[in-house]
């Protein structure tokens, strides 16, 4: 019998680690389940937020070539006695290693929509010319607010922050993205803390509302319960709690890849970006493949290169970082780092459309000196 991979979620990772699997393991029986067969651009939703098109990409047609089942479908369940993952709908996918890469989300607010909400783009087109107010100033909040007010140049556009927008950059590149923010007649208000989103208002901590017609909330991220509920161990947060090699510390045959996993480096566990999650899915085809041809999986070592952000699609500032994803001296503005924005949200479709599986090498820095390889979990809570 064949030996059976299962990916839980098509996101970036889960599509990173289907195709190193297949190309790896061509006696292996690779299965990737996501609920839709599209694939989400998230490192391009403040576009579609806007209502650009950015066309749609199959997930069959992209790693169907690798030699990877396609099963549409949410899963409900993991069955970890019996190595399976029940489907809503009542299908049984059995499997011999589990990938685990359901990704996180912005949890949802009564009144406000979040960047991924296919209503956001009608609710824009319907109040250019009036108020928009989004919550929070990371790289999320920051994106949606210059694409929008880009887009919709008589449309008044807020955003709220408890710190100054930026705050993980150098001076020079916070300075870039401040102008940037100015230029485009974004009302930056920091310090606010956010009590409750009302339908026609944004309530403050202090008692403030400030009127709004449509909010959009980029704060905060919420786990998927999945693991958890089938007895995987998992952290504080929600994540699986993993070794070195990203194996679950409960449950040695998943693995946990991407924001789904609490991946722990010398400087702390490593923070859910696509930057981060495709080396975790590299590197986890790597280990399995190692296991299957009877070696011990190596310790996955990871260190940051960049804080890329879009200023709409006339701007752009690229912060280059140490390892540990504190800002370097270096930093790229304007066309340049519009091409090299550009670079970065179209690389992960070369690794896709590879015809050979990329080594985790390939995909990200180690961190040398700063980031020697790390032999325990992060410390995980008991199972939820």
Known sequence: MKHRILILGAGYTGMMAAHGLALRNKTAEVTLVNPTDVFNERLRQHQAAVGQDLGAHRIPDLVGPAGVTFVQGRAARIATDRRSVVLDDGRDLAYDHLVYAIGSATPRVEHAFTIDDPAFAAALRDNADGTLTVCGAGLTGIEAATEAAETYPEMRVRLLSRGEPGSMMGPAARAYLMNALYRLRIEVRTGATVARVLPEAVELAGGDRIPTDVTLWTTG???????????????EAGRVAVDAALRSVSHPDVFAIGDAAAVRQAYGVIHGTCQSGIPTAAHAAESITRILHGKEPKAFRFGYIHQPV???????VIQFTN?????????????????????????????YRSKSPIPSAMTKRSGGRRNRPHVASATPAPAM
């Open 221 to 235: 991220v919420a786990h998927a319960r999945l693991a958890a509920e089938a007895g995987i161990t998992v952290d």
């Open 310 to 316: 879009s200023l709409g699609r006339k701007d752009a």
């Open 323 to 351: 390892p540990d994803d504190t800002p370097s001296r270096w930093y790229l503005k304007g066309k340049a780092a519009i091409a090299y924005k550009e670079a970065v949200s179209s690389s992960p479709f070369k690794f």
